[in-house]
């Protein structure tokens, strides 16, 4: 899907980096850093469906958090469009959110209890003073209908308590699309919801990228739903970008053995063998020697314990597009690896 | 937008708030302590408003001024005087139905006052965080730790005789750092609720946030202890005119008292100690049942226990 358009970036993250201190003081041995991510290189292209895949933990979060800035960087920069707004504030930070904006995971928390689906929706209209209550309104309820919402004269004023999650996060959707932004992130947002409402989620968000042209972000641990619904997929694991290239690429032939590892982990339907495809995975953690080497090293059953252990890996080209980052790949030619 | 559909949105809003409001009141008058404490509160209402009607009767019933000639000393029910007279010959009963306009006026807002300001305080030491929250919050405890009817007995002696409304504003400055820590308790825990992250990527302020989206959610709160601030308002302004330092141009129901210990009729007339004291009693006690029957409302999981129970 993605050669049919340009290849136009529209959001970059250069060497990007967050740490959290862990709670307490010196004294009480807390104040450690804890690396949520690490010198993330990451580029989005205009109107494809990025995704975002890793286990819990991994810092997938922390990313999307990063984009909308609710948080920010530690080191490094995110460009939009050519535009640093790696420390934005006040109005320039408002200005940017009216181009970004956020689908949460949990609908059940993300929506004020106190506040009517209206006035949730019309959020972003008000606080960025677009037109009379009367504009908000007649642009709330079409929103709604978007985001499969109808009719959506029925759902305008309840409160969130009186829907279902499928429907909160349909609401949650319609506040982030009601400014038509050009870039989406949706963190996780089909985890909390039932398979069934899963597919009409993804369908919402693929009729945004369509008919709205947004660029979306899809933070996910599901292979499967990653699959599903994006162009291009990025593999995370603690803080470490470790694959990235295009979806069907990385799931069919997978180069790093964290993403084998995930597709694994996969459930398959009807298969009642328990061996794995791959096979990369250790059942034990073995203890690493240093922090300098591969991420993966201490779950890797691959790993060769001089090389792996001592040394931080490269980039590999392991195909068009496809890159990961393994020192195992060194040897493998592009072309002979997909076996 | 045409305007008929504009029309059916609106009813449409209007029967989402007359329906949330149907439901609250429900899940109260189903609690028989919302019920009884319903129903004394309204009786005492209807004393308040009441208290108006002896003295246009008759200027010999005003609770302060008005003395019936005839009587000397303190005299027992008569048909005259429904709840007898006091030493100099003043109508009980009007004395009684003046004091519950002072203990709504007392009640009602110095609670009202020290809620606003718990609430103004509590919220910005939770949003703000850090010094603000620190230096917020050692205020509160130092004032919490203050024996209120011992310090405002002392300003009393110190100012001499004070009037209602300085003692409304004394009990409301000493009385908001019990709130204000609860409403901090709250704020700090919806901060990090996902909704607020929400509002801020939605690009609001932080007054925005603050007035929007965190004090819909602690307002119930701020207004259940409302209904236990109004309880000890009531009960310390007894206190403070039972001991003599009460303003001396209101009739309250503590002022009562003090004129019955002070003129010896303590034992002699107990038509004349008992229904001030029977009334303080009640009032304070329904006040406490509403506060107990709105917590149910405000807090679903209170309900079933209820139900069983």
């Given at each position: 899907m993605s050669e049919s358009r340009e290849h136009k970036t529209i959001l970059q993250l250069e060497q990007v980096s967050r740490f959290y201190r862990t709670r307490g003081n010196v004294f009480r041995g807390g104040g450690r850093l804890v690396v949520a991510l690490n010198k993330i290189n990451l580029s989005l292209r205009q109107g494809e469906i990025f995704g975002l895949v890793g286990e819990s933990g991994s810092g997938k979060t922390t990313c999307g958090r990063l984009i909308v800035r609710l948080e920010e960087?530690?080191?490094?920069?995110?460009?939009?469009?050519?535009?640093?707004?790696?420390?934005?504030?006040?109005?320039?930070?408002?200005?940017?959110?009216?181009q970004?904006?956020?689908?949460?995971?949990?609908?059940?928390q993300s929506l004020n209890p106190q506040v009517t689906i209206a006035d949730s929706v019309a959020e972003p209209l008000i606080t960025n003073k677009l037109g009379d209550p009367l504009d908000h309104l007649e642009r709330v309820l079409k929103v709604l209908d978007t985001a499969g919402l109808s009719p959506s004269e029925d759902y305008v004023y309840r409160f969130p308590h009186q829907l279902s999650g499928g429907q909160r996060q349909r609401v949650a959707i319609a506040r982030a699309i009601v400014l038509e932004p050009s870039l989406l992130v949706a963190d996780e947002p089909t985890s909390m919801l039932d398979a069934s409402y899963s597919a009409q989620i993804f369908e919402i968000l693929q009729g945004v990228r369509d008919n709205m042209g947004a660029t979306i972000m899809f933070i996910t641990h599901s292979m499967a739903s990653a699959r599903y619904l994006c162009d291009r997929i990025g593999v995370i694991y603690r803080g470490h970008l470790v694959e990235q290239g295009p979806a069907e690429q990385v799931i069919n032939a997978p180069q790093h053995p964290y993403t084998k590892a995930l597709i694994d982990a996969t459930p398959k339907f009807g298969r009642s063998s328990e061996v794995p495809t791959y096979g990369t995975l250790l059942a034990a953690e073995r203890p690493a020697t240093s922090s300098a080497g591969c991420p993966f090293f201490r779950r890797c059953a691959l790993a060769e314990r001089l090389l792996c252990a001592g040394t931080y890996p490269p980039w590999h080209d392991v195909a068009p597009e496809q890159v990961a980052l393994c020192h195992l790949l060194q040897d493998a030619a592009p072309a002979a690896s997909s076996g | 937008m045409e305007n008929k559909t504009v029309q059916i949105l609106k009813a449409k809003r209007r029967a989402l708030w007359r329906q949330r409001f149907m439901e609250n009141w429900r899940v109260f008058m189903r609690n028989p302590l919302g019920r009884i404490g319903m129903s004394l509160l309204?009786?005492?209402?209807?004393?308040?408003?009441?208290?108006?009607i002896p003295p246009m009767i008759d200027p010999m019933?005003?609770?302060?001024?008005?003395?019936?000639?005839?009587?000397?000393?303190?005299?027992?029910?008569?048909?005259q005087h429904w709840l007898g007279t006091d030493f100099m010959g003043r109508d009980i009963f009007s004395q009684l139905l003046a004091g519950a306009r002072v203990a709504f006026l007392v009640g009602v807002s110095a609670a009202f006052m020290s809620v606003v300001l718990g609430t103004a305080v509590g919220m910005t030491a939770g949003y703000m965080g850090r010094f603000t929250d620190t230096a917020l919050m050692r205020l509160a405890d130092m004032i919490m730790v203050l024996p209120t009817l011992l310090v405002v007995l002392m300003l009393a002696a110190l100012f001499g005789q004070l009037s209602i409304w300085m003692i409304v504003l004394m009990i409301a400055l000493f009385r908001w750092p019990g709130v204000s820590r609860i409403i901090?308790?709250?704020?700090?825990s919806l901060k990090q609720r996902p909704f607020i992250d929400a509002a801020r990527v939605s690009g609001a302020s932080h007054l925005r946030i603050i007035f929007r989206h965190i004090m819909p959610n602690v307002l119930p709160l701020a207004f259940l202890y409302m209904t236990f601030r109004v309880t000890s308002a009531i009960v310390i302004e007894a206190g403070l005119a039972f001991l003599g330092f009460g303003d001396p141009g209101t009739v309250s129901w503590g002022m009562m008292l003090q004129w019955v210990w002070k003129t010896g009729y303590m034992f002699q007339a107990p038509y004349w100690l008992l229904p001030p004291g029977i009334c303080i009693s009640l009032i304070t006690l329904s006040f406490y049942m509403l506060g107990r029957a709105m917590d149910e409302v405000l807090d679903p999981r209170l309900r079933d226990e209820t139900q069983a129970g």
């Open positions: 960087p530690d080191e490094g920069r995110i460009t939009l469009g050519g535009e640093d707004i790696t420390h934005l504030k006040g109005k320039k930070l408002k200005d940017y959110r009216r970004v904006q956020m689908v949460f995971q949990d609908p059940y | 309204v009786m005492f209402g209807l004393m308040a408003v009441c208290s108006y019933y005003h609770p302060m001024t008005g003395v019936d000639p005839k009587v000397v000393s303190s005299v027992g029910p008569s048909w901090r308790a709250q704020t700090l």
